[in-house]
């Protein structure tokens, strides 16, 4: 079963900058939507950003202008630039793709393992 993987997490201060990547484990029909999630210490999940395979783009407005989302549509690869980061970002960071099945071409909700982001003052 085809798995996301997140890579990329880190220990930084605060003002640097991290890079995350998420990548299907194997080769999949299709991907549409891949997104990114945090969740920190005692909070619920929340939506970051999103990207489509035709590049259409959100944020939650809060991060706007710090974070950035791309995507590999060839290797089916999500990566979020993190900028100026700030203790307040520290958590762990999701990913999350609907990836078309290839025996009945439904598309599937999947999460990602996690990768921890911690931003010290």
């Known amino acids: 079963q085809v798995q996301l993987v997140e890579s990329g997490g880190g220990s930084v201060q605060a003002g640097g900058s991290l890079r995350l990547y998420c990548a299907a484990s194997?080769?999949?029909?299709?991907?549409?939507?891949m997104a990114w999630y945090r969740q920190a210490p005692g909070k619920q999940r929340e939506f970051v950003a999103s990207?489509?395979?035709?590049?259409?783009?959100n944020y939650v407005d809060s991060l706007k202008g710090r974070f950035t989302i791309s995507r590999d549509n060839a290797k089916n690869t999500v990566y979020l630039q993190m900028n100026s980061l700030k203790p307040e970002d520290t958590a762990v960071y999701y990913c999350n793709a609907d990836i078309q099945n290839y025996s009945n071409y439904k598309y599937y909700n999947y999460w990602g393992q996690g990768t921890q982001v911690t931003v010290s003052s």
């Open positions: 194997e080769r999949v029909l299709s991907i549409n939507s």
């Open positions: 990207v489509t395979s035709d590049g259409d783009i």
